[in-house]
């Protein structure tokens, strides 16, 4: 069955970095996207980016450029996002999920990791 | 940018028919998904393209999607179907999903 295991919770001090990894199985890794997805306590979701676990093509929010890389390592059907320059605002609940294609080229994110929670404080 | 728009909450009573929706620009257009989020878990695909039901889902929850609003429907709506739901669309001129703002139902 496919599932997405994600690293486990992480404190920070403001001004550094964290990775968080994405374990997935039970799909075809390289045949998808990994989408990333932020949400801070009792907020909505965020969208972060996304990568493809094939050809290794990332793009990210605009929210998010040049703070954010994603990266994976296809021997290990595993995904990869570093967060740098941490603040307090960035505490929150990060996913990965699996995308795959609906009707008209929409993506869609038919499982999730269970999140890993960041804390950034001094 | 686009934006979607959802009501902050909906309540019904157990038993009754809740309905969530989301506007947008011509969201009839669009394919639209909808997520469902317990407390302290991660989303669930529960509706796609509009109105399809992955496995396992129950026949309950149905989708359809017209105009400017896409609208997800819970029959017989149960306690254990408290959560947020979320919809979504794709941007294709972005190339990145677009969030609502997310809706909690509670049962009354």
């Known amino acids: 069955q496919v599932q997405l295991v994600q690293s486990g919770a992480e404190v920070r001090k403001p001004g550094a970095s964290v990775t968080i990894s994405c374990k997935t199985s039970?799909?075809?890794?390289?045949?998808?996207?990994i989408q990333w997805v932020r949400q801070a306590p009792g907020q909505k979701l965020e969208q972060m980016g996304w990568?493809?676990?094939?050809?290794?093509?990332?793009s990210y929010s605009q929210n998010f450029q040049g703070r954010v890389t994603f990266t994976r390592d296809t021997s290990a059907d595993t995904a990869y996002m570093e967060v740098s320059s941490l603040r307090s605002e960035d505490t929150a609940f990060y996913f990965c999920?699996?995308?795959?294609?609906?009707?008209?080229?929409?993506?869609?994110?038919?499982?999730w990791g269970q999140g890993t929670l960041v804390t950034v404080s001094s | 940018s686009y934006v979607l728009s959802q009501a902050p909450s909906v309540s019904v009573a157990p038993g009754q028919t809740a309905r969530i929706a989301c506007g947008g620009d011509?969201?009839?257009?669009?394919?639209v998904h909808w997520y469902q989020q317990k407390p302290g878990q991660a989303p669930v695909l529960v509706v796609y393209?509009?109105?399809d039901r992955p496995s396992g889902i129950p026949e309950r929850f149905s989708g359809s999607n017209s105009g400017n609003t896409a609208t997800l429907t819970i029959s017989r709506v149960e306690a254990g179907d408290e959560a947020d739901y979320y919809c979504?669309?794709?941007?294709?001129?972005?190339?990145?999903?677009?969030f609502g703002g997310g809706t909690r139902l509670s049962a009354l």
């Open positions: 011509k969201i009839g257009v669009k394919s």
């Open positions: 393209d509009d109105s």
């Open positions: 979504q669309v794709w941007d294709s001129s972005t190339d990145h999903p677009i």
């Open positions: 990568i493809n676990a094939g050809s290794g093509r990332t």
């Open positions: 999920a699996k995308s795959r294609y609906g009707r008209l080229l929409s993506k869609m994110f038919d499982f």
């Open positions: 039970g799909f075809d890794f390289t045949g998808h996207s």
